[in-house]
């Protein structure tokens, strides 16, 4: 078997069995968590075989790794300013806010942070994959973003990974805590809090006066 993440004795991987493989995986991490995942039900839910998933992955711990990552990075297309001169600081961190707020209240993701939680209480290095592959990285994206927006002049943050932990901080509010323990999601009160989290931020740390 390879441990290449991608190919084997030289052969190019296949980018659709990848893609179905990632997918059948991101569903049964979800679903069952990492102990509680199958390579063998993975496989067949991609309609590949083990040693595919091998040859691509290497174990299933590069597996959860690549899952977590590829289910991240729809978030991480946010933190782009490509159209900064189309939108305004507000309005990308209104997006930002919105979109990671969206993200994290899905019904699956609670439950999956749930169960991978429970899980790292057995196998804590299982808690820092997870961290590195997706917290982290979002936090990283995040910052490289805020360090951009300061170079363009529209910010000024000293610590832009500290920035970028207040203001996720913020629009997450007790809304994060409320939905891991069972109690309902308030649009409103949703809105209302990025809201703020967007004018907090804003007098924290715009260039100029918002």
């Not at 509010?173 to 931020?201: C, N, T």
């Amino acid at each position: 078997m390879s441990n290449d993440h991608g190919s084997t004795k030289g052969r190019p991987a296949d980018p659709a069995k990848r893609e179905a493989i990632l997918a059948a995986a991101s569903a049964a991490f979800f679903e069952h968590g990492f102990g509680g995942a199958s390579i063998e039900q993975i496989a067949a839910d991609a309609n590949v075989s083990k040693v595919t998933v091998y040859n691509h992955f290497g174990d299933k711990r590069a597996l959860f790794t690549a899952a977590v990552e590829e289910e991240c990075s729809r978030l991480r297309t946010q933190f782009s300013i490509d159209d900064i001169g189309r939108r305004s600081l507000r309005e990308h961190l209104t997006a930002i806010g919105t979109g990671m707020v969206a993200f994290l209240s899905r019904p699956e993701m609670v439950q999956f942070e749930r169960r991978i939680a429970a899980e790292t209480e057995k196998e804590p290095e299982l808690g820092a994959v997870f961290l590195a592959a997706g917290p982290h990285r979002m936090k990283q994206a995040f910052a490289r973003f805020i360090r951009q927006m300061c170079d363009a002049g529209t910010m000024q943050a000293d610590d832009p990974d500290l920035a970028a932990e207040q203001f996720v901080s913020m629009c997450k509010g007790m809304g994060d805590l409320e939905r891991r323990f069972g109690h309902p999601s308030d649009p409103v009160r949703i809105q209302a809090r990025i809201a703020g989290a967007v004018d907090v931020f804003c007098c924290a740390y715009a260039a100029e006066t918002p």
